[in-house]
């Protein structure tokens, strides 16, 4: 098993009578940008929960960077937590505090708690998260509180928290859903040159096709908890877009539906 990046094992999980998850395997390697596509209910956020041991799935195995997270004890979890990066909707940030004190909440466990108490973070961790910053195009705005900066910008910093994080793992649960579309074209051009430069598997979900075409090395594309598309961005035509999103809508079951997996 990879000791980069993660993969699914014929993953199931259900809640009672609904079945999120019906046998998902994939894998997705070190330095890969990989879209995730479908409709709602097709079992994405599910599947960001057991890829963050949030949830367990009923049967099959979960690794992340060469250990089963669906095995995982308490300990082991806080542990393999630290490398997987985590990038919402919503970035989370602490509206009052600066950019820059933002991104140095990735070094809080790695500092003791007199020094995160008196605010005075590590020469070497500020120079760090100031680079990270810079990786993302905003020094410039390291001393600026957060919510004074543009959702897209806010959204970077988020980005550049993780790379202070030493993320070898970058999940980004529809980081652009309201964003413009400049500042999604910016935000997802950060999250793919990051795969690239800093070798990180990153799964990132979509609602837009039109962007995951543009930026994805691959795109995985599910339906009812089922995977339906797993390739290129070039191969990813309409037709499969019409049975990814349109007959999930007519009221067809999914097993009735053509696959191209
Ligand atoms: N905690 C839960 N309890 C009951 N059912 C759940 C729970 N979580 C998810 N489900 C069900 O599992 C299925 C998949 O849900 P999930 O949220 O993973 O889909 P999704 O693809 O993320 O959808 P969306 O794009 O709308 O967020 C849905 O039928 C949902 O109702």
Redesign the pocket.
């Known amino acids: 098993m990879s000791k980069n990046g993660f993969q699914l094992i014929d993953v199931r999980?259900?809640?009672?009578a609904?079945?999120?998850?019906k046998g998902v395997s994939f894998e997705v390697k070190a330095g890969e940008f990989v879209t995730l596509l479908?409709?709602?209910?097709?079992?994405?956020?599910?599947?960001?929960?057991c890829l963050t041991g949030l949830?367990r799935a009923d049967h099959g195995e979960t690794w992340v960077l060469g250990e089963r997270i669906d095995l995982a004890s308490r300990k082991q979890l806080r542990a393999l937590r630290q490398s997987i990066g985590l990038i919402f909707q919503q970035h989370n940030l602490i509206g009052r505090l600066s950019a820059l004190d933002n991104v140095l909440m990735a070094r809080l466990s790695h500092t003791p708690w007199w020094r995160v108490a008196l605010n005075r973070f590590s020469h070497r961790d500020k120079q760090l998260a100031l680079s990270s910053l810079d990786q993302v195009g905003l020094l410039d705005k390291a001393y600026i509180r957060s919510d004074a900066l543009s959702g897209g910008q806010q959204q970077r910093v988020a980005i550049a928290r993780v790379l202070t994080q030493h993320s070898k793992v970058l999940l980004a649960?529809?980081p652009v859903a309201s964003l413009d579309p400049e500042s999604a074209r910016l935000v997802l051009e950060d999250l793919k040159r990051i795969a690239k430069e800093h070798n990180i598997a990153v799964l990132c979900?979509l609602?837009q096709v039109n962007l995951a075409k543009k930026y994805a090395d691959r795109i995985i594309g599910?339906r009812?908890?089922e995977l339906v598309f797993d390739g290129s961005s070039k191969d990813f035509c309409a037709q499969t877009e019409q049975c990814l999103y349109a007959k999930a809508h007519s009221g067809i079951p999914a097993d009735e539906n053509h696959s191209t997996v």
């Open positions: 999980k259900s809640f009672g609904a079945q999120a998850l479908g409709p709602s209910g097709a079992g994405k956020t599910t599947l960001f929960r949830e649960d529809e979900s609602h599910m009812a908890g």
